[in-house]
């Protein structure tokens, strides 16, 4: 079951209009939560995120936090599985087809709920290849628009390659990945880009340095340059949907030894712990 303007539906009865300006001009935002029993994980930073992603296109919010939360524990209740994924879209609505903002509409509001799969075993024991792109998207990359295009394109060249992810490359400087955010581990420091309007601030991103910081493992958010980047003893990938990961192989090179390392075994146990704990608060 979905939720789509004031009612819960099937996927299949859902219908949005052609002149939704989500469809016409991809002028909208979204949100990913995941679902660990049944229980949205950091649903405070993700209606945070929101805001600041509607702020930055300047849609008025059209729930607050508790209408937000009722929301998406029906939908969670409505759905199949104890570890899910939300997803949820608001776009400026339907209007006739101009750019510029139009007058007294109403935004659409989608949500709906999958099972949420997190990367399987193997995976985290070879780690994932990656190749590198220029960062061609705009200066926004902040909002988490649903204006994809360049994410989808980059995402794709990783894939044509038998890769998973492209990292990003802007000035000189790494931002993020084409759908993640990336950790580099040099002498045995992680580092973290600093976040503006470069990058997502990603709520997994955040969780990995507030672990760094609780558990005193040293780290610096600073720019970090493509070299460094080349040159790494680890690469680490975050998502809310993969977790963290261990990036191995970048353009054709080994990653440090080619294999997980340290600090991403570390980060998989704090990460995995955290969450037991915020499961059970
Ligand atoms: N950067 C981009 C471009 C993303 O699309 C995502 C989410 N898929 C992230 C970073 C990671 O953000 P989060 O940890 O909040 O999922």
């Known amino acids: ?60 919010n059209p729930h607050s936090d508790s209408e937000w939360t009722y929301l998406l524990e029906q939908i969670v209740a409505l759905n199949e599985g104890e570890d899910q994924y939300i997803y949820l879209h608001i776009t400026r609505g339907v209007a006739r087809r101009d750019h510029a903002f139009p007058q007294g509409v109403a935004p659409t509001v989608f949500i709906m709920s999958n099972p949420l799969l997190t990367p399987p075993p193997g995976l985290l024991h070879t780690g994932v290849v990656a190749i590198s792109a220029a960062d061609n998207r705009w200066l926004r990359c902040d909002i988490k628009a649903i204006s994809l295009l360049p994410n989808v394109l980059l995402r794709q ?55 760094a910081q609780a558990s005193g493992i040293p780290h610096e958010v600073r720019a970090i340059t493509e070299h460094e980047v080349r040159t790494a003893e680890e690469l680490l990938l975050t998502s809310s949907t993969k977790e963290i990961m261990p990036i191995t192989r970048l353009d054709n090179q080994p990653v440090g030894e080619g294999k997980p390392g340290k600090m991403f075994a570390l980060f998989y146990q704090l990460y995995q712990s955290y969450k037991q704990t915020t499961m059970r608060g």
């Open 1 to 60: 079951m979905i939720y789509l303007n004031g009612d819960f539906l099937r996927i299949e009865e859902a219908r949005i209009s052609v002149l939704d300006r989500g469809f016409i001009f991809g002028d909208g935002v979204y949100e990913v939560i995941p679902v660990y029993s049944r229980k949205p994980f950091r649903l405070a930073e993700h209606l945070r995120r929101l805001q600041h992603s509607l702020d930055g296109i300047r849609l008025q």
């Open 157 to 211: 060249m990783a894939i044509d390659e038998g890769a998973l992810e492209t990292v990003l490359f802007r000035d000189g400087f790494m931002t993020e990945g084409a759908a993640s955010n990336i950790f580099v581990v040099r002498n045995g420091i992680l580092l973290a880009p600093p976040k503006n309007h470069l990058m997502l601030p990603g709520i997994t991103y955040d969780v990995v340095l507030e672990l």
